[in-house]
């Protein structure tokens, strides 16, 4: 080997020996951002959302089989099997668990709400109903909605399904759902001041006894369903097996004479996944503006992306969930809408769960409170388009102007070219309107400077609204003849319409039920 080679070659080897140390340096830093990034996944759901559904498309593709399965009685039992775990996750998870809008009287219907809820994949019982409420709690807040729609489509859909709840959720949920310690009792003060007796009930015995066993009686419920929560998180994945592994294969397998791995693909693990577009679904598509095909309307709340989407193809497609306006103003509400005709299926689910007694206190929301919402964002919409309008000078903001100035300004030369008439006490300059005017020049000419009040209002035409609103543009100030209360009469009567109390306090309004 030559000099200059074997220099070349040390000189190779010097530059190589110059390079691991940045070079483990980086390997380290890539190694830590791979090992958060795979501590953040949340595995379960992963498996239940990606990986399942992916294995039963390719197994699928490979035997050249159908979305659809070929047997008949396969095909019935995918679709009663897909409507009893939908209502049993709806009804249960969503409805009870989470916002509580009826109370379960039966140990079995607890069972069934847990056993096939969780064949959905979306995980235990305690965990989403924390989210839920979380997401009503926090609805587009980037930081703490845990399915913000702001993040993004694909993360109010699936994004937040596939990570690990923070620190900050998890906390949450030791907040909502305490564990129970040693001796039996809740790990957290969480709630503890809820059922306090005033002074004024105390006194009477009869009503402190009654609402001791009122109260004695809703903590017994709430402590039977959190025992019932804490079941489910410990044998969620038994219980997952047996409503999305066990049953599925054994139905088939018995009633509808296929094979097992049909039964294992089709009510399953396609059944689960398509389930699970329905919840997800809801958070996503009803959460979006910019999706016009939604038909998407907020007739009680505007201050969030939430809308109620009158789409019948999306309603069918989120199972009736699909009016998610009406349901965050109102979530301790069994039904999705106080509208007898909306497509809804869990409310009839529930409904007739109460006439075979198995649940009660169906909450529902009164009708004068839901119309009281829709009147007062009709107007806060109207409030908005007058905001947008020119209606005048306000006749708190016009200055008082003497008689004596009146007449000075009426009689100055820099202003004869211009037409100033009185009407109820206010000042207005017509002269932009007075080529326009239907009656004439002559008769305007002839109302400069003098009260055309009478005139105005009947005596010579009976003005409309239109032509009232179209003199409040032309104001320029108030006569002042010593009737002050009579002037801020009429202020309230014009300006106190628009300040409604919603904006008085600033604009923030939470749900109806929250106020």
Sequence with gaps: MSAATSRGVKIQKRKAQNLPADSRTARKVLQKRKEAFLRRINYFTFFTAVGLPLCALLYLIHE?????????????????????TILAFTAGYHKYYAHSAFRVLSLRLHLFFNVFGSSLGLGPVRVWATMHR?????????????YSIKRGFLWAHWGWLLRKPTSFYNEFVESEFPYFNGDNELTTTAGAGLFTVSNAESQDGVVQETFEIRVND???????????????????????????????????????????????????????????QLILST????????????????????????????????????????????????????????????????????????????????????????????????????NQMRSQLNWGTPLSKLPMITTREFRTLCQS??????????IQNVIHDITPFMDQHPGGLALLMASHGKDATKAFYGDVYGHLTAAVNLLA????GVLDVGDEEGVWRRVAREEGVVSTRVERQGGERRSAEAA
Aim: proline share 4%; aromatic share 14%.
């Design 134 to 146: 979380a997401h009503h709690q926090f609805t587009d807040d980037v930081e703490r909605d845990p």
């Design 283 to 382: 958070e996503s598509i009803c959460h979006t503006k910019w999706l016009q095909v939604t038909i998407l309307t907020q007739p009680f709340n505007d201050k969030n992306l939430l809308g109620n989407c009158h789409n019948p193809f999306v309603s069918v497609l989120t199972f009736g969930q699909a009016l998610q306006n009406y349901h965050h103003e109102f979530p301790h509400d069994y039904r999705v809408s106080s509208l007898i005709w909306a497509f809804d299926p869990t409310k009839w689910f529930i409904w007739t769960l109460s006439k075979l007694g198995l649940v009660d206190q169906l909450c529902k929301t009164p009708s004068d409170l839901v119309m009281q919402l829709r009147i007062q964002q009709k107007q806060h919409v109207l």
């Design 473 to 476: 543009t032309m104001r320029i």
């Design 218 to 276: 809703k903590k017994e419920r709430q402590r039977e369903t959190l025992e019932w929560i804490l079941w489910q998180e410990k044998w969620h994945m038994v219980c997952f097996l047996f409503s999305s592994v066990i049953i599925p294969i054994l139905t088939t397998v018995v009633y509808c004479n296929d094979t097992w791995i049909n039964g294992l693909v089709y009510p399953g693990i396609l059944r689960m996944f398509f389930a699970q």
């Design 413 to 422: 030369a820099a202003y004869q070219d211009r037409i100033y008439i009185v």
């Design 64 to 84: 050249n089989h159908s979305l659809i399965p070929a047997s008949s009685r396969t095909r019935w039992f995918c679709g009663l099997y897909y409507i009893i």
